[in-house]
């Protein structure tokens, strides 16, 4: 279910429990500003959720608090992932929902991957 609203960071949400290590994922890639791991209901063959180490809840907080330093070492932690899968020569998508309307379910900045068939239209109407 979607979030009704983003307030203040919630320490509590799954992903921050999966970045102290309370909860097992099955990790892909971390370094210094980004973990990333396999979704638990995978959309598509490749579906992975790139997150920050830092207390973002949504895109919109994360592009308009982060530093520099983590805003680009977020998107080096995607090229990471994107090269490690190797996911290049067949092409990816990269979604983030951020709010209500885009439908985020958990408020921790998140971006999914997906690849590994052909994904079609951008959106369903
Ligand atoms: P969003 O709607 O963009 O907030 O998507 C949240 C995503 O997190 C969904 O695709 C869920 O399947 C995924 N998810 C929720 N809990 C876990 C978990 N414990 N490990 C991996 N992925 C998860």
Not at 76 to 85: C, I, K, P, Q, S
Request: aromatic share 8%; hydrophobic share 45%.
């Amino acid at each position: 279910m979607a979030v009704a609203a983003l307030g203040n960071y919630d320490r509590s949400n799954v992903f921050a429990r999966i970045l102290r290590g309370e909860i097992p994922c099955r990790k892909v890639h971390e370094d210094a500003h980004v973990m990333a791991f396999h979704d638990i209901s995978p959309l598509a063959p490749v579906h992975v959720l790139v997150i920050p180490k830092g207390e973002y809840v949504s895109m919109a907080d994360f592009l308009g608090h982060a530093s520099d330093a983590e805003i680009s070492g977020f998107w080096r932690g995607v090229a990471a992932v994107t090269a490690a899968l190797n996911l290049a020569p067949g092409g990816f998508r990269l979604l983030s929902n951020a709010g209500y309307d885009a439908h985020q379910e958990v408020p921790h900045m998140h971006v999914h991957i997906f690849a590994g068939r052909e994904l079609g239209p951008m959106l369903c109407q």
